[in-house]
């Protein structure tokens, strides 16, 4: 049965992806593949310089991620350090399950010369203030847009609710984090009465603690490492938004840097309703070009700005798989 069932999520998910690519190829044939291409090629070699701020944004991360370590991590080096980033990174653009199969190559690969607790805290930690910190652009994003756009009434509702909802959510992690509540190692004692997943989770309850523990402590107990990697994240969030800005500029559109800015917001909340969706395949191209028109940008700009930054993610995801590859083999050669 339980075969069975993953057969079924894995078919949904590669009907999606054909779906999403369908809606992709719909999208750039209506607007006109020449058309496109022209944007492109206004683009020109800006590209690269949006690939190399993409670089950029990695080597951000990594230190981030580093940062969130608790303990020596001497034996952590940055080269590995930044080609472990790269690959968890590769797998993440594969949508919410690539994301969770990114945190688990980026735990492996670490796991010769850092603690497992310490390597999924780290991971806990990380993605816990990076998370923190897209809610809050995503609120401002939302919010500026209610001062600036010209909605209509339904959609002012809807974008009134979202904020109303990531608000929550941060405040109740927030409460949760300084009240020390252990709600992962009580929702795994839960799991762990369960017949089936007794041995299974009782045998991972001491990591799942251990990390918890210092998820919860890392504040208190490393405040510098905390709000460098607080820092950090938003700076990522940051170069993000440049890139916005320079594309946009390269294509020869008039565009603030706060208009970049509420653009930015507005593409996390499209990237959050196209989680399920492997890759994010059309429905990230087709609610850029749904913002572009909100502030007055053509369509096709906003169709062609999604492209470059699907092509940076490509480029990067590439290299992501090759850092795998070699780490892989190195770490087989090591085990000999």
Not at 33 to 53: E, K, M
Not at 182 to 188: D, K, P
Not at 323 to 334: D, L, Q, Y
Request: hydrophobic share 55%; proline share 2%; glycine share 12%.
């Amino acid at each position: 049965m339980s075969k069975f069932r993953f057969l079924i999520r894995i078919s949904l998910r590669f009907l999606a992806a054909l779906v999403g690519l369908g809606l992709l190829g719909y999208l750039v044939f209506r607007t006109g593949p020449a058309i496109v291409w022209r944007q492109v090629q206004t683009v020109g070699w800006g590209l690269v310089l949006i690939i190399i701020l993409g670089g950029f944004s990695q080597f951000i991360k990594t230190c981030s991620w580093r940062q969130a370590f608790r303990g020596d991590i001497s034996r952590l080096s940055w080269s590995r350090s930044f080609g472990v980033q790269v690959a968890s990174d590769a797998a993440g653009q594969l949508g919410l399950a690539g994301k969770l199969l990114g945190e688990g190559i980026r735990v492996s690969l670490v796991g010769s010369v850092v603690s497992l607790p310490g390597a999924i805290s780290a991971c806990a930690i990380d993605g816990g203030l990076h998370t923190l910190t897209a809610a809050g652009v995503t609120v401002s994003g939302i919010a500026a847009t209610l001062l600036i756009a010209p909605l209509s009434g339904v959609w002012r509702v809807y974008a009134s609710v979202l904020s109303g909802v990531l608000v929550a959510v941060v405040i109740l992690a927030s409460v949760a984090v300084a009240n020390r509540w252990r709600l992962m190692g009580n929702t795994a004692r839960a799991i762990g009465r369960l017949p089936r997943l007794q041995n299974w989770v009782g045998g991972k309850q001491s990591i799942i603690d251990s990390a918890e523990q210092n998820l919860l402590t890392f504040y208190h107990e490393a405040p510098a490492a905390f709000w460098a990697s607080l820092s950090l994240n938003l700076l990522w969030h940051g170069l993000a938004i440049l890139e916005v800005f320079l594309i946009l500029v390269f294509m020869g559109a008039r565009i603030a840097v706060v208009g970049a800015f509420v653009f930015e917001g507005l593409t996390k909340v499209i990237n959050l309703v196209g989680a399920l969706n492997p890759g994010n395949l059309g429905t990230y191209e087709a609610g850029n070009m749904l913002i572009a028109k909100m502030f007055g940008v053509a369509g096709t700009a906003g169709l062609t700005l999604a492209l470059c930054r699907r092509a940076r993610a490509i480029f990067w995801a590439g290299v992501g798989a090759m850092c795998m590859i070699v780490m892989k083999r190195t770490g087989k050669a090591e085990s000999r």
